[in-house]
């Protein structure tokens, strides 16, 4: 017998791998009886391989990208058509935008004007009225020249005189019920602490906001809380800020002290003419009586331009406004920004007519004070029921309701 390859083994078993003849060495396809075919599939150890580096199979191969459709390309900045600037010009990204900055600048000018306005010490030494309902704060318009030059002294008729004295008092109540502002005649004949019964406007003269406050409260019997001065110079500069005010004097006025000539009726005018206006008082026969319904016509109409929306829309308007106002004001070294501010609401609404609006009750044109009418008023504020005055104790000369 001869010999058997080696690579056939016993059988015949690998007749398909070796072919019918012993010289048979070259690997061929597998027969039709196999599962595949006679074709082994792609990838199979029996698939003859071409030469070369094998091919890549449908796993291998990265994902084919398509377009999205319906879907525009995004802008990017180095598109050249700057669409991200595009879109941060959108009205909708703008106003907002806008609106911010105008709050913020709102908020910053009254910050900033804090800064340049005078502290001054006015809490009283001694015993005082005892906490009370609400909040009373004193507004004083004082004759101070101070920062006036010569030629505005002159212009102003204000004269060379020195110090403070008040040419205004007026106490003005804010709580539960409606918003009260009363004038003080500064010729009220009152019992000032350490100098005896004279006129009321001595006592800044003789002690300062301390005295005047002081004196006040020992004649009213309100406890003051918050002290809010104004001179001359800041007077002027805020009815020029809003483009000057409306007046309507009854007759005509010519006034050489005060430096005015005036004809009778409704009339626009600037800062110094609105000044003489509120301290003229020698071409009136009830002199101070008049003179205090003057001076509440002319911060009327001052309130009534500040709070219009024009001051609010116009920047350079509010900034004028606001820093004319703090550049000659000194308030209590106890006032706070929000209570200050709360003050210039307060006196608005007062002298826009959605609270009372009078004098202190007088007897007669001698700004002698009527005690019965004066207590009962007084003590309406102390309680903080201020809609309980009535006209009989809250007139705008202080005279008897005829």
């Known amino acids: 017998m001869p010999d058997r390859d080696p690579r056939r083994g016993d059988g015949d078993d690998y007749d398909w791998l070796y072919g019918p003849g012993d010289d048979a060495t070259q690997v061929v396809g597998a027969p039709s009886s196999q599962p595949y075919g006679g074709a082994a599939p792609y990838g199979s150890p029996y698939q003859q391989q071409p030469p070369g580096p094998p091919p890549q199979r449908p796993s291998d191969l990265p994902p ?78 004082s004759d101070s020249r101070e920062g006036l030059t010569a030629a505005q002294r002159k212009e102003l008729a204000t004269g060379d005189a020195e110090g403070r004295r008040t040419d205004t008092i007026m106490l003005m109540h804010t709580g539960s019920g409606p918003t009260t502002l009363v004038s003080i005649p500064r010729d009220s004949i009152v019992p000032i602490p350490g100098h005896g019964r004279t006129k009321i406007n001595a006592a800044y003269a003789y002690g300062g906001p301390k005295l005047l406050v002081e004196t006040l409260e020992n004649t009213t019997g309100l406890r003051i809380d918050d002290y809010v001065e104004i001179g001359f110079g800041g007077f002027v500069n805020m009815v020029d800020a809003v483009g000057g005010v409306e007046i309507c004097p009854k007759t005509k006025i010519k006034d050489k002290d005060a430096g005015i000539n005036l004809k009778k009726g409704c009339q626009e005018v600037d800062g110094a003419t609105a000044l003489g206006y509120a301290r003229s008082r020698h071409t009136y026969a009830t002199q101070d009586l008049q003179r205090v319904q003057s001076q509440r016509e002319v911060l009327g109409a001052i309130a009534g331009e500040v709070k219009s929306p024009s001051t609010f829309l116009n920047p350079f308007r509010y900034a004028g406004v606001v820093s004319s106002a703090t550049d ?50 007084f003590g309406y504020l102390k309680a903080d029921q201020a809609d309980k005055i009535t006209k009989a104790v809250c007139t705008k000369d202080g005279l008897p309701a005829s």
């Open 64 to 141: 084919m990208q398509f377009p999205e459709q319906g879907r525009p390309a995004r802008a990017t900045r180095s598109s050249g058509g700057g669409g991200w600037r595009r879109r941060w010009l959108r009205p909708r990204r703008i106003i907002p935008l806008l609106l911010v900055a105008w709050l913020v600048f709102l908020i910053a000018v009254p910050f900033w004007a804090w800064g340049k306005i005078d502290k001054v010490d006015a809490t009283p030494e001694g015993e005082r009225p005892a906490d009370q309902p609400g909040t009373t704060y004193l507004l004083v318009g």
């Open 328 to 377: 000659s004001l000194r308030i209590g070294d106890n006032v706070g920004p929000l209570s200050l501010g709360r003050f210039a609401w307060n006196l608005s609404a007062a002298m826009g007519g959605s609270g009372h609006n009078c004098t202190v009750p007088i007897a007669d044109a001698s700004v002698r004070w009527d005690k019965e009418r004066a207590l009962e008023l």
